[in-house]
């Protein structure tokens, strides 16, 4: 089983930033890549983000190219999420998977 723990969200203004957290534990986990995906209101969940655990691999979805940054730490067992020059738009709870299992997301609030 994998345990992963989101942290980081908030509520910040229009063009600001925020950095989220997934920390990861549990066996095989590292044998699979982590995502970021994201749920607004009334929306389906859509894919934010991924990255392999060597970091050599990234993904992003069209939306947040250029914006979002994800990156990992082996040591720490923890994936970021870097959200810079934040819409109105990103507004959603955000969710860690890896290996089919998902975080409890973290609340991201982008205020006009």
């Known amino acids: 089983q994998v345990q992963l723990v989101e942290s980081g969200g908030g509520l910040v203004q229009t063009g600001g930033s925020l950095r989220l957290s997934c920390a990861a534990s549990g066996r095989t986990f590292r044998s699979s890549a982590v995502g970021w995906h994201r749920q607004a209101p009334g929306k389906e969940r859509e894919f934010v983000a991924a990255i392999s655990w060597s970091g050599v691999i990234t993904n992003y979805a069209d939306s947040v190219k250029g914006r979002f940054t994800i990156s990992s730490d082996n040591a720490k067992s923890t994936v970021y999420l870097q959200m810079n020059k934040l819409k109105p738009e990103d507004t959603a709870v955000y969710y860690c998977?890896?290996?089919?299992?998902w975080g409890q997301g973290t609340q991201v609030t982008v205020s006009s």
């Open positions: 998977t890896c290996s089919g299992y």
